[in-house]
Structure formats: C-alpha cells, structure tokens
C-alpha cells in the first residue's frame, strides 16, 4: 500500500512541462509513481481541480532564531515551502564560544532587527560548534532546513574583538578554513557574507575586514564540498555594488565557488540600475562563473511602530540603542529633552529613506486625526522636524502608531517581473523570519503565482513553478528535490491555481516573552507533504514533524 495518493490533479512537475492531469504516488519519502497510480494509499487526496507541485523552496530566510521555539518556522510551510535557506548575511547562531554569546546575539539583533531580550530568552546556545549546533537542530523540523554559516560569526570566533578591527593572520585563516570544513562535513551548506548591514553602534561587521586571501580560502573549501555561498553587496551605493559583483564574480571563477548575490531591487531613486548590475552578473556567467543574483517577488513595503524597532532607523546608534530598551524607558527617551535632540539629529538624516511614510492605524483619540496622511506633510503643517513628528504622534499613542512605508522600493512590477524571469536570477530575499515587527517575509511563494501568473500574465504556471523549485535546488544544489518525478523526494504542495494569495498581513502576540510579530496566512493552499509526511491540511499543522537538515 502507498503511503499517499494525490489524485485527479494538474500536475506542474517543477521541470516547467506543460501540466496535465494524473496522480502522485507516495511510499515512504520518495515519489514512486507520477501519471497513473493504482491501488490503495494510507492518505488519499482528492484534488480535483488543484494543482499538484514540488514543494517550493526559499533560499533567502533568518528563521535560526525562531527554530528554536518553533519547529515548524510558521508560517512559511503554510505558503506551500517544504525546504527553506538560514543563515544568510553572515549572521548565524554557530560557531559562537560562550565568552561571544552576548556579541553574538547584539550582532544577530542588529542585522535582522530583533530584540536582544528576545534572542536572550529563545536561544539557548547548547553549543558552540557547527557540528553540535546541526545536531540541535536536527531534532524534530517541520520543513526542511539548509544551513549557511556566517562569516562574521566565523571570524568572531577565531579573532574575537580583533574580528572587527583588522585583518587576519594567515594562522587565523587557516583556522576559519577548517571551521567552514567541519561545517560542510557536518552537513551545512555554504557560508553567508554582507555588505550592507551594521553592528548595533553602526559600525561594519567582522566580514568587512576580511582581505581578498582569507575570502578565497573560505570559498576554496565551500567549492570542495559543493556548496553555495551567499553574499549581500551594498547595491545602494553610488557605483550601485558593481565592484562587489566584479569581486564576487572573479572569485566564483577562480574557485568554483557557487555564488548568489541578494538583492538586486527596482530602485526609483537610481533607475535603470537593476539592469546595470544584472548586465554585469551576466558578463561573469558568461565567462564562466557560477555567479547569480536575487530577487524579491514583492515590494520592499513594511511597518514601523516605535514600540517594536525600524530597519531603517536602526542604522542609527541612538536608535538601535533606544530600541534595545524596555518600553517605559523608552518613552521617557522619547519625551526627554536632550534625548530627543541626538535622536531627532540621527534621525533626519535617514528621514530620505522613509520619505512616503503615512499614519496607517492610531490607538488614542488624540491622534487619529492624523491617520491617513503624510509623515512629511504633518511635519511641514506643524513645523517640525521629519522625525519629531513621528515621535509625538507616537508618544500620544503610547508608541504603538504603524506608520505605513510603501511603495518606495521594488514597486515596478514590469521591471520586477523582468527579474524574477531571468536565467541568472533567483527567487529569494524574502527575509523570512527576521524584522519581524515590520513586516511579514512569509508569503512570497504565494504572491509570485497570485500577481505574476492569475493577475498580470508575465509568466505561465509552469514557468513560476520551476522559479521556485527545480532551479533553485539544481543551483543550490538540494539533490533530489525541486521536481515531480519517480526517485525524488516526496515534497508536495496541493493548492488552488484560481485563489492562491499570500493573505492579508496581521499581527499575533506568539513569540515567548510576551512579543508579538507579523505574519500572513495564506489562501488557496490545501496540503503541504515533506519527505512524505502531511505537514500542513488546509493551514492547519499536523503533528508530524518530517523535516530533515539537507
């Protein structure tokens, strides 16, 4: 008898043939029949006017944390993803020596803008290795999970301070050279680096004193075991990164090195220059380099409260600082004469940044009048500063005010449809799993069929599809995965191709601690199997928890 029986369903394959109609036959974790299946199954699943695909893969999350007091990385499997990427932009959890805990944690917080009082509660640092870290986390996944090593955390663990202040000995190369060894014999998939992201005073990473020699040791050894190494260039310079892809470029030709360069983004302020830097990822391909970029599939919009954090003012010292603060604290800051001026100073010089911020939702009548406009055009009737406006709306409202930032990035859809189609892109940069308070980066599998197949036409199913498994587990290289066919891995997603939706973005009060985050649940998707497992029946969970480290 088979364990699952999927009948009667469109099946997009993944390899982007065109669909047809037949069944999935499941035994154990493998796909054993694809077409026709007779006989009996354990589950068996109607899915009469469904679609039936391989189950989506995201290569670009932060859920490290949130692995740790949820298993399943809610709610990304609900999305229709049986196989997500961590550790990216050279932040992860290991190696890290207890000594480097809290450095850790203020490195991890500042990245992807999350509370050191909420690592500090939900991470338990059971471990200081790779190895013993994988072991962790092996116990007990809902989807399957694929593990970069940040770089920063590599080098804080030979260097420690010095990680932040100079280059490395040959010695200490060595030594990071034989860290990202064991981690790849362990079972991790490549190692992360940034470029575009600061400590909590501001300042630049660990990654960002490494010299040319100690990047392509690192890259050596991530080639020899056949794994990826994922890198986020500050794409927002002047020269729009291209020195980094010729950097990046030059040492995945030199090492063999499969390199995924995250974000190129449709940027209004400098246009046309996702084509720029697209151009010259492909002039690296085609010399023969295994160089690809990322996309995201949705505009770069989100929500600011000052209760919770703000990616971008987090940039600044005395806001990153003030948000590591409990919430009276916090206020009294806010409201403090002197406090105000530093703040208001860092402030508005980031103001350009957040320059379309409207009022979205007010709790206080003193401030609802203020819903619904500008930001800017408050501060310009008031005459006050960008900043201080946003303080004062918030400190009526006890600063739980969400100011709305949206549509100021990666809001062409023609251009970004261009992207998402392209054989050097990748569908990824989702941020899944980190910035939590802002935005939900759950959701995008569902939105890349909902607006770029039912509702704009860019491309087919099919196409969409195999964006976002077969090319991204051949280059990524998660064997046996990504497709519909006899000896793959059984991950399936069953969904409705006419209602299919990312859902509307909400907020829940589930992190331990007494934190809250936002999150989407989606539409339209029926069934989620991993490794032949049913781990999602119509949004809700099963008990089983199949997911595997790959």
Same mark, same amino acid.
């Given at each position: 008898?088979?364990?699952?029986?999927?009948?009667?369903?469109?099946?997009?394959?993944?390899?982007?043939?065109?669909?047809?109609?037949?069944?999935?036959?499941?035994?154990?974790?493998?796909?054993?029949?694809?077409?026709?299946?007779?006989?009996?199954?354990?589950?068996?699943?109607?899915?009469?006017?469904?679609?039936?695909?391989?189950?989506?893969?995201?290569?670009?999350?932060?859920?490290?944390?949130?692995?740790?007091?949820?298993?399943?990385?809610?709610?990304?499997?609900?999305?229709?993803?049986?196989?997500?990427?961590?550790?990216?932009?050279?932040?992860?959890?290991?190696?890290?020596?207890?000594?480097?805990?809290?450095?850790?944690?203020?490195?991890?917080?500042?990245?992807?803008?999350?509370?050191?009082?909420?690592?500090?509660?939900?991470?338990?640092?059971?471990?200081?290795?790779?190895?013993?870290?994988?072991?962790?986390?092996?116990?007990?996944?809902?989807?399957?999970?694929?593990?970069?090593?940040?770089?920063?955390?590599?080098?804080?663990?030979?260097?420690?301070?010095?990680?932040?202040?100079?280059?490395?000995?040959?010695?200490?190369?060595?030594?990071?050279?034989?860290? &990202?060894?064991?981690? $790849?014999?362990?079972?991790? #998939?490549? /190692?992360?680096?940034?470029?575009? %992201?600061?400590? =909590?005073? *501001?300042?630049?990473?660990?990654?960002?004193?490494?010299?040319?020699?100690?990047?392509?040791?690192?890259?050596?050894?991530?080639?020899?075991?056949?794994?990826?190494?994922?890198?986020?260039?500050?794409?927002?310079?002047?020269?729009?990164?291209?020195?980094?892809?010729?950097?990046?470029?030059?040492?995945?030709?030199?090492?063999?090195?499969?390199?995924?360069?995250?974000?190129?983004? &449709?940027?209004?302020? $400098?246009?046309?220059?996702? #084509?720029? /830097?697209?151009?010259?990822?492909? %002039?690296?391909? =085609?010399? *023969?380099?295994?160089?690809?970029?990322?996309?995201?599939?949705?505009?770069?919009?989100?929500?600011?409260?000052?209760?919770?954090?703000?990616?971008?003012?987090?940039?600044?010292?005395?806001?990153?600082?003030?948000?590591?603060?409990?919430?009276?604290?916090?206020?009294?800051?806010?409201?403090?004469?002197?406090?105000?001026?530093?703040?208001?100073?860092?402030?508005?010089?980031?103001?350009?940044?957040?320059?379309?911020?409207?009022?979205? #939702?007010?709790?206080?009548?003193?401030?609802?009048?203020?819903?619904?406009?500008?930001?800017?055009?408050?501060?310009?009737?008031?005459?006050?500063?960008?900043?201080?406006?946003?303080?004062?709306?918030?400190?009526?409202?006890?600063?739980?005010?969400?100011?709305?930032?949206?549509?100021?990035?990666?809001?062409?859809?023609?251009?970004?449809?261009?992207?998402?189609?392209?054989?050097?892109?990748?569908?990824?940069?989702?941020?899944?799993?980190?910035?939590?308070?802002?935005?939900?980066?759950?959701?995008?599998?569902?939105?890349?069929?909902?607006?770029?197949?039912?509702?704009?036409?860019?491309?087919?199913?099919?196409?969409?599809?195999?964006?976002?498994?077969?090319?991204?587990?051949?280059?990524?290289?998660?064997?046996?995965?990504?497709?519909?066919?006899?000896?793959?891995?059984?991950?399936?997603?069953?969904?409705?191709?006419?209602?299919?939706?990312?859902?509307?973005?909400?907020?829940?009060?589930?992190?331990?601690?007494?934190?809250?985050?936002?999150?989407?649940?989606?539409?339209?998707?029926?069934?989620?199997?991993?490794?032949?497992?049913?781990?999602?029946?119509?949004?809700?969970?099963?008990?089983?928890?199949?997911?595997?480290?790959?």
């Amino acid at each position: 008898m088979l364990s699952v029986a999927i009948r009667n369903a469109m099946i997009v394959d993944g390899a982007g043939s065109p669909g047809r109609v037949g069944d999935i036959g499941i035994s154990g974790d493998r796909i054993v029949a694809v077409g026709q299946v007779e006989g009996s199954a354990e589950l068996e699943i109607d899915a009469r006017g469904k679609v039936v695909a391989p189950g989506f893969i995201d290569i670009h999350t932060h859920y490290d944390p949130q692995l740790c007091w949820d298993r399943y990385a809610t709610p990304t499997p609900e999305h229709g993803v049986t196989s997500l990427v961590m550790g990216n932009c050279s932040i992860s959890l290991a190696p890290v020596r207890e000594a480097d805990r809290t450095r850790a944690i203020h490195l991890f917080g500042s990245v992807e803008d999350m509370e050191g009082r909420l690592l500090e509660a939900t991470v338990p640092f059971s471990w200081e290795t790779v190895p013993d870290y994988l072991d962790y986390l092996r116990r007990g996944l809902g989807p399957n999970v694929a593990v970069m090593i940040g770089h920063s955390m590599i080098r804080l663990f030979v260097m420690g301070a010095a990680s932040q202040s100079r280059a490395a000995t040959p010695d200490e190369v060595d030594q990071m050279a034989a860290i &990202v060894r064991e981690a $790849m014999d362990a079972g991790a #998939r490549g /190692i992360s680096f940034t470029f575009n %992201h600061f400590d =909590e005073h *501001g300042g630049p990473l660990p990654c960002s004193y490494a010299e040319r020699a100690e990047t392509r040791a690192l890259l050596a050894e991530v080639a020899k075991a056949g794994g990826v190494v994922e890198v986020a260039p500050n794409f927002f310079k002047r020269d729009m990164g291209i020195p980094t892809v010729d950097e990046w470029g030059e040492l995945a030709l030199e090492t063999g090195a499969t390199v995924s360069l995250s974000p190129i983004l &449709v940027m209004p302020n $400098m246009p046309g220059a996702w #084509r720029t /830097i697209l151009a010259r990822v492909v %002039h690296w391909r =085609e010399r *023969g380099a295994p160089i690809y970029a990322q996309t995201q599939v949705r505009p770069l919009d989100m929500t600011i409260q000052l209760a919770h954090g703000s990616t971008i003012l987090s940039k600044s010292p005395a806001w990153r600082d003030s948000f590591e603060q409990p919430m009276e604290a916090r206020k009294a800051r806010y409201a403090d004469p002197e406090a105000r001026k530093v703040l208001i100073a860092e402030g508005d010089r980031l103001r350009n940044a957040m320059s379309t911020l409207t009022v979205k #939702r007010t709790r206080s009548d003193a401030a609802r009048p203020y819903e619904g406009r500008s930001v800017a055009e408050i501060a310009e009737t008031e005459g006050k500063s960008f900043v201080e406006t946003m303080m004062d709306i918030s400190l009526m409202d006890g600063l739980e005010t969400e100011f709305g930032l949206l549509g100021f990035l990666h809001d062409e859809a023609a251009s970004v449809a261009e992207l998402l189609d392209h054989p050097a892109m990748q569908v990824g940069s989702g941020d899944a799993g980190a910035h939590i308070t802002q935005f939900s980066g759950a959701g995008d599998t569902c939105y890349l069929i909902e607006k770029f197949v039912r509702e704009r036409g860019d491309m087919t199913l099919e196409r969409a599809v195999q964006r976002l498994t077969s090319d991204l587990a051949a280059q990524w290289g998660l064997t046996d995965r990504g497709e519909l066919a006899v000896g793959k891995y059984a991950d399936v997603v069953v969904f409705d191709p006419q209602t299919i939706a990312r859902g509307e973005e909400q907020w829940v009060d589930d992190v331990p601690g007494g934190n809250g985050r936002y999150i989407r649940r989606p539409q339209g998707v029926d069934q989620v199997i991993v490794n032949g497992k049913l781990l999602v029946d119509r949004g809700a969970y099963t008990p089983a928890q199949p997911g595997r480290l790959i």
